[in-house]
């Protein structure tokens, strides 16, 4: 089993597929969950607080903004974990709490300069590209094990 | 450890989200389940969530979508009921990637056919910006 990250970090195609296949999929909401569920000083537990956007001075510099910062915090460590990746292309996939462009530049080069297996993709729009999105994905999957 | 998880059904599929809550208490594990318009949430320990998830996938292989969730469903920091309404926090990406979904359900049912990826075929994009542009300016010039 390989640790496979997925970007958009909140796809729920890509890590359906990738735990299919029998794989983990690194996703945001995973590092989410450890967050609120483990007690601290917040009741009930923030699932970002003050110390976070230092965390992510591991990854963008002090004056970057916070928020790129405070992102880092979560996607940082997954990123550190992951064994192999797979990216859509297109800033129309990143959209709501993964909306920051400058946060997904930073994630997409870092997972770039890790030197891991990677898979850039699209997604689909038609039924022909949906057949060859998923025959990709299963052929790049099936390569890791 | 617990666990919570986004069970999705497509738009292709013959599953309906009362369905998959059937089976869910069929199956008789200590879960949570909470029914949506898109599907269900199921919250409970991480082993009985896994196991009932293999379960749920042979209902409908090719149509039904796994997700992992951060928050516990009705947790009152992303509950709409306790936030006086407004759009989830999540649904944005959920809603964009529902559209995709029943093109995906069709690639996965081409491969567990057998089938290869269709090669040389041209796909239908749909026009850009740029393209529009150039449409209208060809045709009003």
């Not at chain 1, 195609?13 to 996703?27: Q, S, T, Y």
């Not at chain 2, 497509?10 to 008789?28: C, F, N």
């Not at chain 2, 292989?61 to 796994?66: D, L, R, V, Y």
């Not at chain 2, 740029?130 to 209208?136: G, H």
């Given at each position: ?7 958009p970090?909140t796809?729920m ?15 945001v909401s995973?590092?989410v969950?450890?967050?609120v ?7 009930p537990?923030l699932n970002m ?18 928020g790129?910062?405070?992102r ?22 990143t959209l709501g709490c993964t909306g920051c ?45 | 450890?617990?666990?919570t998880?986004y069970?999705v ?25 909470k029914e949506t318009c898109f599907g269900v949430i ?25 997700k992992?969730r951060g928050f516990s469903p009705g947790d009152p920091r992303r509950c709409r009921g306790h936030r006086g309404g407004g759009a989830r926090p999540g649904f944005y990406m959920m809603e964009h990637e529902s559209e ?42």
């Open positions: 089993m390989v640790k496979v990250m997925v970007y970090p796809s195609i890509l890590a359906d597929l990738v735990e299919r296949k029998g794989h983990e999929a690194l996703v995973k590092e969950r450890k967050k569920d483990t007690p601290g000083l917040d009741s537990p607080t003050p110390e976070d956007p230092k965390k992510g001075l591991k990854y963008a510099a002090v004056d970057v903004p916070s790129v910062r405070g880092m915090a979560l996607l940082g460590p997954m990123i550190e974990e992951a064994e192999a990746a797979i990216v859509i292309k297109g800033d129309d996939c462009a400058r946060t997904n530049e930073l994630a997409r080069f870092l997972l770039k300069t890790k030197r891991i297996p990677l898979l850039e993709l699209e997604y689909p729009e038609d039924e022909v590209e949906a057949k060859r999105f998923v025959f990709k994905i299963r052929e790049f999957l099936e390569g890791l094990s | 450890m617990k666990s998880k069970v059904t497509s738009q292709d599929s013959d599953v309906l989200p009362s369905d998959i809550a059937l089976r869910i208490y069929e199956l008789g594990r200590d879960i949570n389940v199921i919250d409970g320990e991480e082993e009985d969530i896994s196991a009932t998830v293999e379960d749920l996938r042979k209902m409908d292989e090719t149509n039904i979508f796994i992992d995709i979904l029943p093109l995906i359900s069709r690639g996965l049912a081409s491969e567990a056919r057998g089938e290869d990826p269709p090669s040389g075929v041209e796909t239908k994009r749909r026009p850009t910006l740029e393209d529009l542009e150039a449409m209208i300016n060809e045709e009003f010039s």
